[in-house]
């Protein structure tokens, strides 16, 4: 029954091609091994292959690097291709200060993109099911989610080099574990998911079986809400971006014209869906705190009979209207530059709210905490060292590398805020050469190994 229902799906949203190859995410928990065990069965309905791709991040020691070690077993007992990595997230996230949850994601992905390449596989397989769809739609309706977001997870969207497909939205949690007890599939059980920590655990435990209560077919009418509001969204967002010609005047990088008026024009489902095309120009990455509340506040300024006012949006972005134009600009506060002398031994205060800790190492090497943390031989180095803001143009050559980088292209790949670039610390000698970009990266003055040379120097940046 489950297999013929997942076999519609398949069927009715065109998920997979004949002869194609599929990479599988594999955790090892139930949703992804019913999901593995349904396509090797319906394989020789299309003809594909299968790679499984499996990441332990690390989270729960010997337990996590368990369930890894057991979808690689299984692969080899249904002669399945594997392909695994263990990533350390969090040492990554002690690097960046991201979630875990978004630090898991971006490496995750990272690796099946990796994959893909590797098998040319066209198709990343995920096993998301009914039930999650309900969370994620209620979760970011919740926080107050625009557009597309509030529509959920997608059934099949473009991923990479091909399309990410969850054959799983039309059945539910449920109906996976009694597959699982039926054809003897035991799988492994994260227990985090249980915990309260998580908002999704929050909504999966107490608002879910509510609704399952009132209507046990409930996920079928998310889904299919789901669809629906993926499609007029769609449909508003081409015909608004038709009109979107007439509205901008100016568009550069940071900052963009709009002509109120023609944006006034529109009808009201058009003028909202083009404020969220300006929106999604200026920013490179969406902000977790962008919610529709702020494409009201925009609507409003628009309409302020005053012929100037301005609006603070997140990250710094500062809406600034004048009769009938809006300028949008990130704001760019004139930061006072500083210079430091480090104190060996001793703590530096930085003006950013964080500190340098230094001191000769005696005995044992302190362990390094990623980029918060350096070692460099005192002969490698002219003393006194110096933190202060970066110059115009600044490069360092980065361990690793083979080469020198920007400091300013270090800070746009790290996703660096305007505002923090100016103020982040960058160590130099007395030469002028810069060696350590706290939190970033590093310079190849460190050793890759760390010998038992006579001076050496221990640096750590961490919060004052």
């Known amino acids: 029954m489950l297999k013929e229902k997942v076999l519609s799906t398949i069927y009715r949203n065109e998920l997979i091609k004949e002869n194609s190859k599929l ?11 019913v999901l593995l065990h349904i396509l090797k069965e319906i394989q020789p309905l299309f003809h594909y292959e299968m790679i499984v791709a499996s990441v332990d991040h690390m989270f729960r020691g010997e337990e996590s690097y368990g369930d890894y070690k057991y979808v690689e077993h299984i692969c080899e007992r249904w002669g399945i291709t594997f392909e ?16 875990s949850q978004i630090t898991s994601r971006k490496l995750r992905f990272a690796f099946y993109e990796e994959v893909m390449d590797k098998h040319q596989a066209s198709t990343l397989v995920l096993g998301h099911h009914g039930d999650d ?14 557009g597309k977001a509030r529509a959920g997870i997608p059934i099949k969207r473009r991923f990479h080099t091909g399309n990410l497909i969850r054959p799983f939205l039309e059945i539910t949690k449920s109906q996976i574990i009694e597959y699982a007890c039926l054809h003897d599939i035991e799988p492994r059980f994260d227990p ?6 998580y908002a999704r655990n929050r909504f999966r435990h107490e608002v879910l079986p509510f609704l399952k209560k009132e209507n046990r077919k409930v996920h079928e009418h998310f889904q299919r809400f789901s669809e629906e509001l993926y499609e007029d969204e769609e449909f508003f967002l081409n015909l608004v971006s038709s009109k979107m010609s007439e509205v901008w005047i100016q568009q550069d990088k940071d900052q963009a014209v709009i002509q109120i ?33 702020h494409i009201d506040q925009l609507l409003v300024l628009f309409l302020n009979p005053q012929p100037s006012a301005e609006l603070h949006l997140p990250e710094g972005l500062i809406a600034e209207k004048s009769y009938q134009t809006c300028t949008f600009r990130f704001f760019r506060q004139k930061s006072r530059g500083y210079s430091l002398k480090l104190q060996i031994p001793g703590e530096t205060i930085l003006p950013n709210g964080y500190k340098i800790k230094a001191h000769y190492i005696k005995e044992e090497i302190p362990v390094l905490r990623g980029n918060h943390s350096f070692i460099l031989p005192e002969s490698a180095v002219q003393l006194p060292l110096t933190v202060r803001t970066r110059n115009e143009g600044e490069r360092m050559a980065v361990k690793g590398l083979g080469g020198t980088k920007k400091l300013k292209d270090i800070f746009i790949n790290e996703k660096i805020p305007m505002l923090e670039r100016n103020v982040w610390p960058v160590i130099i000698d007395q030469t002028g050469t810069a060696i350590w970009l706290p939190g970033l990266k590093k310079s190849n003055v460190e050793p890759d190994i760390i010998s038992d040379e006579k001076s050496l120097i221990y640096l750590e940046y961490k919060k004052a």
Request: glycine share 8%; hydrophobic share 40%; aromatic share 2%.
């Open 23 to 33: 990479l599988i995410g594999v955790s090892g928990g139930p949703d992804s091994l």
């Open 84 to 99: 695994g990595k263990r990533i350390n997230v969090p040492a990554r996230m002690e690097q960046t200060g991201e979630s």
């Open 133 to 146: 769809q309900i969370e994620t739609m209620l979760m970011r309706l919740t926080r107050g989610a625009t």
């Open 192 to 197: 985090s998911n249980e915990t309260g920590v």
């Open 261 to 293: 008026d023609k944006v006034l024009a529109m009808p009201k489902p058009l003028q909202r869906r083009a404020i969220q095309l300006i929106l999604n120009y200026l920013y490179l990455e969406r902000p977790s705190s962008l919610s529709a509340l």
